[in-house]
């Protein structure tokens, strides 16, 4: 989808968060309106690296976006998020601790179950076992080499792909490889409503499949990793349908569509294959 405002504002915020020497790259895909947005950010262009990867999808954007970044922290946002000028300084210290290898931070305006609240702040250190409590693409700083050690996001699931949840299932991963995932204290990252309330309900069941999608994933690679997170997950599902119970029965549907799909989802290096469909700009 086309969202060239939205974009302009988000590149807007994040320019006025670099510091020296750190490079900006801005992934595109099923569009063709980001090159014109660069070319009215003046200095901050000439350190930007566009990258257009096609057939579209998240995780196919955020794997070329690691692959061709150069540091060895990448922060990563989304098109309708808006960053304060600290936001970049306060995710990127988290890895002073070597054994850190992601940091997430809080998203403002966000609420995965139709007509609730959005979730409790969370208190910034060791991330909690329930990744939905925290994960969240739009504010997510990653150590480069953890990503290379977990083989990346899987391509097979976000935006894009049949169910959400790559970022839920890419800590998984990392985490598996022994790496610590901490919340960050940093400012919140403010996320846009620009969604109707049908997108936001079809966006929201999106994420219930995603959410099966992971848990069965997480199955198929062990039984000893993908049981407790299938227990804390059940125990999310009951939740959602006392919040809400005319969503909840569409979530379990959507849940359960989605586990199954997830026990198809083999493990892959996807950082490592050769990519497809990349141009630089």
């Known amino acids: 989808m086309d969202r060239a405002g939205l974009l302009a504002e988000c590149l807007k915020s994040l320019a006025s968060a670099l510091l020296d020497g750190d490079e900006l790259i801005v992934v595109e895909s099923g569009g063709s309106q980001a090159t014109a947005v660069l070319e009215g950010l003046g200095p ?13 999808g998240k995780s ?32 990127a210290g988290c890895f002073a601790d070597s054994t850190v290898g992601i940091a997430c931070g809080r998203v403002l305006g966000l609420s995965r179950i139709p007509g609730s609240e959005p979730p409790p702040d969370l208190r ?12 969240h693409g739009a504010a997510m700083a990653v150590r480069r080499h953890a990503a290379f050690d977990a083989g990346g996001f899987d391509e097979r699931l976000g935006p ?15 985490r598996r490889r022994g790496w610590r995932v901490v919340v960050a204290s940093a400012d919140p990252v403010q996320h846009l409503d620009w969604r109707t309330s049908e997108e936001d309900r079809r966006n929201a069941l999106s994420y ?19 049981w407790p997170v299938l227990r804390h997950r059940l125990a999310y599902q009951r939740d959602v349908f006392d919040v ?11 849940f359960a569509s989605g586990l199954l799909y997830g026990f198809r989802l083999s493990e892959r290096d ?3 294959r050769p990519e497809v469909g990349s141009q630089a700009w």
């Not at 901050?44 to 579209?56: N, W």
């Not at 894009?160 to 990392?174: C, Q, S, Y």
């Not at 959410?211 to 000893?224: E, P, Q």
């Not at 809400?244 to 959507?254: L, Q, T």
């Open 44 to 56: 901050v262009a000439a350190r930007t690296l566009y990258l257009r990867v096609e057939p579209p």
């Open 60 to 91: 196919r954007q955020l794997n070329a976006g690691l692959r061709a970044s150069r540091g060895t922290v990448a922060l990563l946002t989304d098109d309708d998020a808006r960053v304060e000028q600290t936001w970049a300084d306060q995710m």
């Open 124 to 135: 910034a250190g060791d991330a909690p076992f329930e990744t939905w409590r925290f994960a």
């Open 160 to 174: 894009g792909t049949p169910a959400a949840g790559e970022d839920h299932d890419f800590v998984l991963r990392v």
């Open 208 to 226: 219930e499949r995603g959410g099966g999608a992971v848990v069965g994933a997480a199955l198929r690679r062990s039984a000893k990793e993908g």
């Open 244 to 254: 809400n119970r005319s969503f909840g029965f569409a979530a379990v549907g959507a």
């Open 270 to 272: 996807w950082l490592r």
